[in-house]
């Protein structure tokens, strides 16, 4: 995409509101646009990567056996109240119609889920069964905060499965468990597993996805060789101890929670009567297990985790392109049409490729134009101007590191083409 | 996909509410779940058609140089006092929060959309853009019916325009006029364009985009040969009047109206003060063009548009599936084997050239089978069985055509992908 095209701009000076670096790095660069407290739009960048991190997540739910569907945001009073939740979920938000009617704005979606599904489940050979939809939620917060990180609307995976018996749930468990580091790896970063509490969900086991970061809110007790933790308000273990994992020394630090997963047992499906008959001809109460990411939020948290006091550094699977080219000025009229011409046959050569390229061919300062590359932060900045055309050159720039290179110009695409693939 | 494997099942019969053709074949189908009035969620095989209506909506806003967003749900209430749309609109939903403020759920975008580009709009070389997005809409009906057709809560394409003259504002006009026509068209709709009144939004110029079909809610004058139409409530011309655009005769039909765009001039950039410097140095205040498609109502139109008594007749462009693979069962082992191993051979040859295929591996009867297949809709449904095998052929059914024929194994690969494409 050309920059100039581009709607959006970058602004000089971060908000002063921001608390954070990505509330800071994430409004300056305009990927997203503050409408109120907690309540963001996401402009073209940051669609880009939140369209990047909901790729990732998709291919490693349909690789478990997730069933996409999308659920309703509006929900109707009474299922919550037959879970008993309508008035004990402080964050809920509650709206009344113009026929009379409450809805509940879906925080979460147990009192959707579990009739809908419910409704199909008839054998033990309609189990094991998984659902997840990707899907706008909204929560009530009495303080939003951290940028995108807590918000009173925000993206979420939310998964469900049911089963038959326990072991299955506890096997189905475990694979999402892995599944969720996987996506967490994909997006680059390092994240920590730790046993919690199960909140409003359940009274079972469950486990939070961390990642260490001081925007984090949570205290927890890591590991810094493998992923186990343990949140410090529930933990057996201290700082100093060895990990039982791998034997590591542990050190308490604060985490930014992205994902959470949770054996509900059979409290929502006694709720709405979810049973099947077992091969014995028993009616039975299906077990389910529920599983979220915040996409919005892992969007967040990657630039908690990857940035410098520039900007972002987007890691490659996130970025909302994969190239940022800079053509420079020129006074000199024939350098200027080389560099253009230049320029513009690569843009062409990688777009042709498939490859994401975000081309700044403003007439602006050199400054300026390597300030907002910086800022927006795609893995890899390709530069041409007179200085590397004397060479027969572009500039060839990790975001991630400091030296640059010269590539000559005839091994340009090439080189560019390995790094996106590699 | 294995129809096994899907966690929805078709029902025998049609649920007693509904009301129209969507509402009858997508629930029966389990394309949609209802969770109350108005108020649907989308199950994998309906979510799959969506997914088709949103991706050619796509390509048609990127081809008109439409930039991609996504705007909150949640809006401030003050946007809304701001256009003095808070107390006119009676169908908005409202909120009020334990933090003690309120907030809109957004039935439409321009209370956010113009402040929100309006930031970005400096000069008259910023001019002209388009943002759109595909988001959730929330209308707090008296009345909601017809399916999807008019819901509480739906899936809307909304695309904004922003210009520096009328002249430029006209030519974009037009310009989305048209590739609303090839949305339609290329989800098979006969659609016909009526000049209509601006209703909530402006006093301008507007049209409307209307499916010929009984469930439609509105009345218009049609012409039966090109897209030309009057909306009856402000029509000029009469049954029987021919059509100035191409000399048909005009009648009276019903029509489901499946998008509208509207000039809205100044309304919404006067109040939200987006102003720019003009080519000589004047402040001036950007015009503005909006321009919905109704997402999922979309999809139940297609329904409306394409069906018979047994159920939907999917266009290749929205199909869940392309294919609808049926093997039956033979009661000799042998044949049984030959019927599995030919069809998982078929599944797995059509899958690996990325062909979209449903297959019935189910243990069900053929009626039974059958029944799926044409409540499903598939456009192409293939069938292996005793029979067929004894002609090593398969069985080959357009969903829309009454008559099927015999394929050889050998071509029936080829053949589907050549239907595919064609």
Redesign the interface.
């Known amino acids: 995409m050309k920059m100039s095209?581009?709607?959006?701009?970058t602004s000089k000076t971060a908000p002063a509101e921001a608390d954070t670096a990505n509330a800071k790095f994430l409004l300056q660069g305009?990927f997203v646009?503050q409408?109120?407290a907690g309540?963001?739009?996401?402009?073209?960048l940051g669609?880009r990567a939140?369209n990047k991190v909901v790729g990732i997540i998709r291919e490693e739910m349909n690789a478990i056996?997730g069933?996409?569907?999308?659920?309703?945001?509006?929900?109707?009073k009474e299922n919550w109240e037959t879970t008993g939740r309508w008035d004990s979920v402080?964050i809920l938000?509650?709206?009344h119609?113009?026929?009379d009617?409450d809805y509940a704005?879906g925080c979460s979606h147990e009192e959707?889920v579990t009739p809908?599904?419910g409704?199909?489940i008839h054998s033990y050979k309609?189990l094991p069964?998984a659902?997840y939809q990707i899907q706008?939620k909204?929560r009530?917060e009495?303080r939003a905060k951290s940028g995108v990180l807590r918000g009173?609307?925000f993206g979420m995976k939310d998964l469900y499965s049911f089963h038959a018996t326990q072991e299955d749930l506890e096997q189905y468990y475990q694979k999402v468990l892995q599944a969720y580091i996987r996506v967490f790896q994909r997006c680059g970063l390092d994240v920590k597993v730790a046993e919690a509490s199960g909140g409003i969900f359940t009274k079972n086991v469950s486990h939070e996805f961390q990642v260490v970061t001081p925007a984090g809110e949570d205290m927890i007790l890591a590991c810094p060789n493998c992923t186990f933790a343990q949140n410090s308000e529930i933990a057996t273990l201290k700082d100093g101890d060895k990990c039982p994992n791998c034997g590591g020394v542990l050190a308490t630090v604060k985490g930014v929670e992205v994902g959470n997963i949770f054996d509900l047992g059979t409290k929502y499906s006694d709720a709405f009567k979810v049973e099947f008959t077992d091969e014995s001809g028993k009616r039975q109460t299906a077990l389910m297990g529920c599983y979220g990411i915040g996409t919005t939020r892992l969007v967040g948290t990657v630039v908690e985790a990857s940035h410098d006091e520039r900007g972002i550094i987007w890691p490659k699977s996130v970025a909302p392109f994969q190239i940022h080219l800079v053509s420079l000025g020129s006074k000199d009229a024939d350098t200027q049409a080389r560099i253009t011409e230049t320029a513009t046959a690569l843009y062409e050569d990688l777009m042709k490729q498939g490859i994401e390229v975000l081309w700044d061919e403003r007439e602006a300062s050199p400054g300026e134009k390597l300030a907002d590359a910086d800022l927006l932060g795609m893995p890899l900045r390709i530069l041409v101007s007179e200085k590397t055309l004397k060479e027969e050159s572009i500039e060839w720039k990790l975001r991630g590191e400091k030296d640059a290179k010269l590539v000559k110009l005839e091994d340009a695409v090439e080189e560019v083409g390995a790094f996106v693939k590699e």
């Open positions: 095209r581009l709607f959006t701009k305009a646009h409408e109120m309540v963001y739009s996401w402009l073209p669609l939140l056996g069933q996409e569907i999308l659920m309703s945001a509006l929900q109707p402080d938000f509650k709206i119609s113009q026929t009617k704005l959707l809908l599904v409704s199909f309609d069964l659902v706008t909204f009530d009495l009173r609307e």
